[in-house]
């Protein structure tokens, strides 16, 4: 059993950055993967960016140059750091944890508001 529980994000300006945490606890030690994923109203959950515990990352389209994710695999926490926030941006964010079986947990999310 994982618990995830994420800090950061609210009310940020066009052209701002923010910074995202989550920490995990329980079984850390075998999470294979840690990642952000975001729903927009009315849209369905998609990937943000993603990192496997050797460090591997891989980030949407939309985030490219923009984002980038680290990983502290010691301390189960995994951060997610954007520049550059567009009014598209906004969105719920979800941290989540995947295990090499599959098994994939999800935290409460976040808000991010990118607005004037």
């Known amino acids: 059993q994982v618990q995830l529980v994420e800090s950061g994000g609210g009310l940020v300006q066009p052209g701002g950055s923010l910074r995202l945490s989550c920490a995990a606890s329980?079984?850390?030690?075998?999470?294979?993967?840690m990642g952000w994923y975001r729903q927009a109203p009315g849209k369905q959950r998609e990937l943000v960016a993603t990192?496997?515990?050797?460090?591997?990352?891989n980030y949407a389209d939309s985030v490219e140059g923009r984002a980038t994710i680290s990983r502290d695999n010691a301390k189960g926490t995994v951060t997610l750091q954007m520049i550059s926030l567009k009014p598209e941006d906004t969105a719920v964010y979800y941290c989540?944890?995947?295990?090499?079986?599959?098994?994939?947990?999800w935290g409460q999310g976040t808000q991010v508001t990118v607005s004037s």
């Open positions: 990192i496997t515990r050797g460090g591997s990352t």
């Open positions: 329980g079984s850390i030690f075998s999470i294979y993967t």
């Open positions: 989540n944890c995947k295990f090499s079986s599959n098994r994939e947990y």
